[in-house]
């Protein structure tokens, strides 16, 4: 069997779709969008369309999107413009996320707190989910935003996005909403949730690298991350990537048309999934997974009271045999770390570090899945202690 792909949390394939919009901004339309002259006016108007397209996917205002290089500054820029924005406003300088946020909020946060803000970080249980009673007896009258994310980027858990965002505005605090993992794989209206804000980047569905977006809602307090243009409304400096937004705009388009028929074809992906593991042992695993969670993503860990623990050696083992799969991990200096959500959802560091991240697109297969239930088969002997 060929190589096979269970990775598509880290990023997707490009949609054979979006490609083919993209190619004539790679070579015809080639204009600086902030130019006067045809060349520039075109591109204008391929920006402003892609903005009006996410803008009405996700029942906003055109005027509330901006582009970004993706996620992870599309969080960064919501959480410094928001938080510093406020604080000078009102001097609210208490800011609150959950402790399995993935790092663009954790390290945001932490940048915060080195500046003086007053930064706390609200548990989660054993799936990764925030806990809604410890938010709300965290928030009070000095807290000026909550970051949650809407899908969890290593055990698919959603949140209560909705109970959250209900927290934050009675407590007239700002919500910050990370749905990088959950954007075009879930219907998304942001007046009808209620959010100030949110991220989103177009490689984690079927779009290309190195583009994202972030929806603030109009009023919300929110300063530029980066200087040196008038680009985005002053509040995003630099030549828009026109490459990046349209083919983010077309990656749209086809969630738009196709999510809800994905999202049925790895929802029995995932079943069976689970199954075939349950199949090899219903003691040595343990499904990190219940049913509010995301089709797209599995989390198994290989139990360290069954299993010599080696993250970098088992998950070569996969590999070598045709399936990438990931920890969902830090790598640092080429060493995997434990995962830092699994550590907030009470796993040992053993069973932290024993922890497989399966993630599907709707082009994988059932015989694909049989195929790496036989390789797990054949890694259990390797590692079983």
Known sequence: ???????????????????????????????NPSSIHSYGRIIRVAIEEAREIIADFINADASEIYFTSGGTEADNFAIFGISKTEFTESGRNKIITSKSEHHAVLDSFEELGKSGFNTEYVGVNQYA???????????????????????????????SIRSITELTKRNKSYIHVDAVQGFAKN?????????????????????????????AKSGTPLSPLLYGGS?????????ENIVGIVGLAEAVKIADLEMETNNQIVSDLKKYFIEGINSISLDEFDINTKEDTSPYILSVTLKSEYYRVDPEAMLMFLDINGVAASNGAACTSGTLKPSHVMLS???????????IRFSFNPNNT??????????????????VK
């Not at 009070?140 to 858990?157: C, F, K, P, Q």
């Not at 680009?231 to 030549?239: L, S, V």
């Not at 796993?347 to 922890?355: L, N, P, R, V, Y």
């Open 231 to 239: 680009q985005e409304r002053n509040r995003r400096g630099g030549t």
């Open 366 to 383: 059932k015989s694909e899945i049989d195929y790496t239930i036989d390789v797990l088969k054949k890694l259990r002997p390797n590692f």
């Open 345 to 355: 959802a009470g796993k040992s560091i053993e069973d932290a570090s024993g922890t």
């Open 1 to 31: 069997m060929d190589k096979i792909y269970f990775d598509n949390a880290a990023t997707t394939p490009i949609h054979p779709k979006v490609k083919e919009k993209i190619l004539p901004y790679l070579s015809d339309y080639f204009g």
């Open 129 to 159: 989910q925030l806990n809604v009673s410890e938010l709300e007896k965290t928030l009070d009258s000095g807290t000026s935003l909550v970051a949650a994310m809407h899908t969890n980027n290593e055990t698919g858990a959603l949140n």
């Open 187 to 215: 219907r998304i209206d942001v007046k009808n949730f209620g959010f100030d804000s949110m991220a989103a980047s177009a490689h984690k569905f079927y779009g290309p690298k190195g583009v994202g977006f972030l929806y």
